[in-house]
């Protein structure tokens, strides 16, 4: 059988944890590919609202086995702490999720060094969630990291203490370093703790029970986190996260051959979102931003920030869409647009003089202004919707708009966080 990969293609918190969650039920396994607790990915059913930072958002559903990929980065102590959140669903945890060994481990050191370097940078800070996935995965790159295999190896002490004692020289650069030792004491108890309770988890090579899984039939949806505009390496750099968020990562990160890859889900927000910094072309520095973010309860999951709002970014999203090779996009939010008497959409930018349509190499705001279309807004709630058909016109044109520029079938519009607020398009519903 093939795998799907479902990704974000705006700066992350595109409501991945909730489509991950309704689409679950066709697949036999959940792969989370890359990122760590960075990502905070909700999901919403009987009324209880679930956050999940390391574990795959197929984690609910008990016939799917959930899989942590070779490409994530895992923090022993977060992810114990969302074991404990899953207690009363009576999961058999040690069956339904499987860790690779080839993940890397979040040092409490790696935590404070990715606080010094935020701090050196001042006002060029990056706006990490300071939870040391940069300087993890430099470590990485760098050839020094740990891996869940080695808290196997009876040699782990040693290896732990001869990368602390590297981290240390780099921490005695900075003016905190006293404070860092004395965070550093406090951060390990709780850190030993939740690796002796790794150890009694179910560690695999998950690229072989990957590609062994997909010998037998089975069906595997890669989940991916934060976004493609984070990504390392196509991103705002150096406003982005340390991994690959792009579909490609999906094949690093699992172990999987591109030619395995058949449907890529794009998720967008109907408008646009970012929390850190960097430029944002279409952010709205006003009282639209404003009810926005309201509306859209615009906070991040993981660390509470209010997250920058703006109107959808056509440019930005084709570029992501063709670095993907999205075949389906999935349009969530839409219920947030409700109540504007007209809603705009960026469909090109003024950038040294030209018009062009396309992200150009450096998206500074002061460089690249954009150009919007204007469309009709709706009124109607669409909490309730359940069928496209009875959709306000107003709706069903924005989504044909976004179609006709984009060239991808929109297969998914969201209508509210729960998972029943989603209602699946046929393609014939989508014409204007
Ligand atoms: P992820 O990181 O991509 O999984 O997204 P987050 O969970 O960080 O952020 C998405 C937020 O939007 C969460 O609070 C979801 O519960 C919520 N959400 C998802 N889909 C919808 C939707 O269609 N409408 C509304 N109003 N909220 C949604
Ligand atoms: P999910 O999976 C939104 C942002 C941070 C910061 C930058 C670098 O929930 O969509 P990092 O901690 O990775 O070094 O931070 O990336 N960021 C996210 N923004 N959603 C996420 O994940 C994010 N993960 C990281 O805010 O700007
Ligand atoms: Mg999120």
């Known amino acids: 059988m093939a795998v799907d990969v479902l990704l974000g293609l705006q700066w992350g918190d595109e409501g991945k944890g909730k489509i991950v969650d309704v689409l679950t039920r066709n697949y036999d396994i959940i792969a989370r590919f890359q990122g760590g607790p960075n990502a905070g990915h909700t999901l919403e059913f009987d009324g209880i609202k679930h956050v999940l930072h390391t574990i795959p958002s197929g984690i609910f559903h008990p016939g799917a086995q959930n899989v942590i990929g070779n490409g994530v980065v895992i923090d022993p102590v ?11 669903f009576r999961l058999n945890i040690n069956e339904v999720l499987l860790i690779s060994r080839k993940a ?34 430099m470590d990485k790159t760098g050839r020094n990291g740990l891996r869940v295999g080695d808290i196997e190896l009876d040699d782990f002490q040693e290896r ?35 690796v002796e309770r790794l150890r009694g988890m179910t560690l695999i090579d998950s690229e072989h029970m990957i ?38 990562g999906s094949c690093t990160g699992l172990g999987i051959a591109p030619n395995r890859i058949q449907k890529v889900y794009g998720i967008f927000k109907a408008y646009c979102t970012r929390v850190g910094s960097g430029p944002f072309p279409t952010e709205l520095e006003d009282e639209t931003g404003e009810a926005l973010r309201a509306k859209g309860h615009e906070f991040g999951a993981t660390t509470g920030r209010p997250r920058r709002c703006g109107w959808l970014d056509l440019p930005a999203l084709k570029y992501a869409i063709e670095i993907n090779g999205v075949t389906d996009l999935i349009m969530m939010k839409s219920d947030v647009l409700s109540g504007f008497s007209t809603i705009k959409v960026c469909t090109g930018y003024r950038y040294k003089g030209t018009v062009i349509d396309y992200l150009p190499y450096n998206i500074e705001n002061d460089l690249v202004e954009p150009i919007y279309t204007e469309l009709a807004g709706w009124q109607d709630d669409l909490t309730g919707l359940d069928n496209f058909e009875t959709a306000p016109q107003a709706l069903k044109d924005y989504v044909a708009f976004v179609q006709e520029q984009t060239g991808v079938p929109i297969t998914i519009v969201s209508v509210g966080p729960d998972r029943n607020q989603t209602i699946h398009l046929a393609a014939q519903n989508v014409s204007a």
């Open 211 to 248: 590609n062994q899984s997909l010998k037998a039939g089975k069906s595997i949806l890669a989940e991916g986190a934060q976004g493609s505009l984070l990504d390392i390496d196509f991103g705002s750099y150096p406003f982005v996260t340390s991994s690959t968020t792009t579909c490609a």
């Open 160 to 194: 732990y203490d001869s990368l602390l004692n590297k981290h240390k020289q780099i921490l005695s650069h900075y003016e905190e370093y006293e404070a860092y030792l004395t965070k550093l004491e406090e951060l390990e108890p709780a850190w030993f703790a939740a």
């Open 104 to 137: 890397h481990l979040i040092l409490p050191s790696h935590r404070l060094l990715d606080a010094a370097s935020e701090a050196a940078k001042g006002k060029n800070k990056i706006g990490s969630t300071l939870k040391g996935i940069g300087p993890t995965y």
């Open 78 to 88: 977060i992810f114990q702490g969302e074991i404990e959140k899953l207690e009363s």
